[in-house]
């Protein structure tokens, strides 16, 4: 086969399909002989949701395979966060497109939305599949139906689904990752007393602070010394396994003892050089979270703007079933969560000399 023929030429239109693309929008109010203008804005904006999602689950699902071993190459968590880091990027693409579809107004919605029953976004096949492969667990679902969220898919869909349900999730494969990490077990290096003891330095110092304020009412002293008092008594469980087990069968909690310490070693030391990788990828975990929670409340606000209280196409209570997601479908908190145990740098247990080798640029030139 000659170079020519293998290396042919391709046109910008029949490589993109555009044909394909641009005659994909198909007006209801149109095909009815009631044409809507903003129906057409409506469609695009949806459609180019979907491609969004295609990406993201292309992103994911090659960070997944990334830590789908019991040694994760260093390389790989570079990867990892980089592909990431796009996920976020386009997610926050998401939440400005909710500002294109808001130049629609209410009344412009309600020109064609009789049209749309009972199709929903609730039967987005790629974002339910999404959830699942993040980590977003069947009993944590907000339902508005007594049928199974997969209901509406195709019997295809559906295994694919449950499939997906029986397999790792991302959240599942990293906290098998920080289960892994050989940090916290280091010999000669007594994290748990040195940390508390940093924790107690802390405490005092904030209560000394409260109590020798000049412009606290005593009732506002009291107060603010049992929320310090409250801290105290969550730091004091932290290194507490069956408590934290408890926690978890409790459903307060879902990130494992061993790798909730190691994540909180990652979060606190993260700017030695062998953690800083591994602190980027915690960082971007944490912020895709975010991210997607403030995309699951814009798309809520922007119901209410359209609907007001009006149930949604697909059955649900619209904005209040929207705004109960925004709580209950949040992944990755337990990763938040740990923002409530960081102490400032400054009262950090230093390093031993060993261990800061461990995690350093150490040449042996002997």
Same mark, same amino acid.
């Given at each position: 086969?000659?170079?020519?023929?293998?290396?042919?030429?391709?046109?910008?239109?029949?490589?993109? #399909?555009? %044909?394909?693309?641009?005659?994909?929008? /198909? @007006?209801?109010?149109?095909? =009815?002989?009631?044409?809507?203008? &903003?129906? $057409?804005?409506?469609?695009?904006?949806?459609?180019?949701?979907?491609?969004?999602?295609?990406?993201?689950?292309?992103?994911?699902?090659?960070?997944?395979?990334?830590?789908?071993?019991?040694?994760?190459?260093?390389?790989?968590?570079?990867?990892?966060?980089?592909?990431?880091?796009?996920?976020?990027?386009?997610?926050?693409?998401?939440?400005?497109?909710?500002?294109?579809?808001?130049?629609?107004?209410?009344?412009?919605?309600?020109?064609?939305?009789?049209?749309?029953?009972?199709?929903?976004?609730?039967?987005?096949?790629?974002?339910?599949?999404?959830?699942?492969?993040?980590?977003?667990?069947?009993?944590?679902?907000?339902?508005?139906?007594?049928?199974?969220?997969?209901?509406?898919?195709?019997?295809?869909? #559906?295994? %694919?689904?449950?499939?997906?349900?029986? /397999? @790792?999730?991302?959240?599942? =494969?990293?906290?098998?990752?920080? &289960?892994? $990490?050989?940090?916290?077990?280091?010999?000669?290096?007594?994290?748990?007393?040195?940390?508390?003891?940093?924790?107690?330095?802390?405490?005092?110092?904030?209560?000394?602070?409260?109590?020798?304020?000049?412009?606290?009412?005593?009732?506002?002293?009291?107060?603010?010394?049992?929320?310090?008092?409250?801290?105290?008594?969550?730091?004091?469980?932290?290194?507490?396994?069956?408590?934290?087990?408890?926690?978890?069968?409790?459903?307060?909690?879902?990130?494992?003892?061993?790798?909730?310490?190691?994540?909180?070693?990652?979060?606190?030391?993260?700017?030695?050089?062998?953690?800083?990788?591994?602190?980027?990828?915690?960082?971007?975990?944490?912020?895709?979270?975010?991210?997607?929670?403030?995309?699951?409340?814009?798309?809520?606000?922007?119901?209410?703007?359209?609907?007001?209280?009006?149930?949604?196409?697909?059955?649900?209570?619209?904005?209040?079933?929207?705004?109960?997601?925004?709580?209950?479908?949040?992944?990755?908190?337990?990763?938040?969560?740990?923002?409530?145990?960081?102490?400032?740098?400054?009262?950090?247990?230093?390093?031993?000399?060993?261990?800061?080798?461990?995690?350093?640029?150490?040449?042996?030139?002997?």
């Amino acid at each position: 086969m000659s170079d020519q023929k293998k290396y042919s030429s391709i046109h910008y239109t029949s490589y993109l #399909q555009l %044909e394909k693309i641009l005659d994909a929008q /198909s @007006p209801r109010s149109k095909e =009815l002989g009631k044409e809507a203008h &903003e129906e $057409t804005l409506f469609i695009i904006v949806h459609q180019v949701y979907e491609l969004w999602f295609k990406q993201v689950l292309h992103e994911m699902e090659s960070v997944m395979k990334l830590f789908q071993t019991n040694n994760v190459d260093e390389k790989n968590i570079d990867i990892a966060v980089s592909r990431l880091e796009r996920v976020n990027e386009i997610v926050k693409l998401m939440i400005q497109q909710v500002r294109v579809i808001e130049t629609m107004t209410p009344l412009d919605f309600l020109d064609f939305r009789s049209y749309l029953f009972p199709a929903s976004g609730f039967q987005s096949f790629q974002f339910r599949k999404l959830e699942v492969m993040l980590g977003l667990k069947k009993e944590k679902r907000t339902s508005y139906t007594a049928y199974p969220y997969y209901h509406e898919f195709s019997q295809e869909q #559906q295994d %694919e689904i449950l499939r997906l349900e029986a /397999s @790792p999730s991302l959240f599942v =494969l990293l906290e098998s990752w920080l &289960e892994r $990490t050989p940090f916290i077990d280091i010999q000669g290096f007594d994290f748990k007393s040195k940390y508390m003891q940093a924790v107690s330095n802390m405490l005092n110092r904030e209560r000394q602070a409260i109590e020798t304020s000049d412009y606290l009412t005593d009732q506002e002293k009291a107060m603010r010394l049992k929320m310090n008092g409250d801290t105290d008594t969550y730091f004091a469980n932290i290194f507490n396994a069956a408590f934290h087990e408890q926690q978890i069968a409790e459903g307060k909690m879902r990130l494992s003892f061993k790798a909730t310490m190691a994540a909180l070693l990652i979060q606190l030391y993260g700017t030695e050089p062998l953690l800083q990788l591994p602190y980027r990828l915690l960082n971007v975990i944490t912020e895709m979270d975010e991210l997607l929670t403030s995309w699951r409340y814009r798309h809520s606000q922007m119901v209410m703007r359209m609907l007001g209280r009006k149930t949604g196409t697909g059955g649900s209570s619209g904005h209040s079933y929207l705004m109960e997601t925004v709580i209950k479908h949040q992944i990755f908190i337990d990763f938040h969560n740990i923002s409530t145990l960081l102490i400032p740098r400054s009262e950090l247990p230093p390093l031993p000399p060993e261990m800061k080798r461990t995690l350093g640029y150490y040449f042996n030139h002997s």
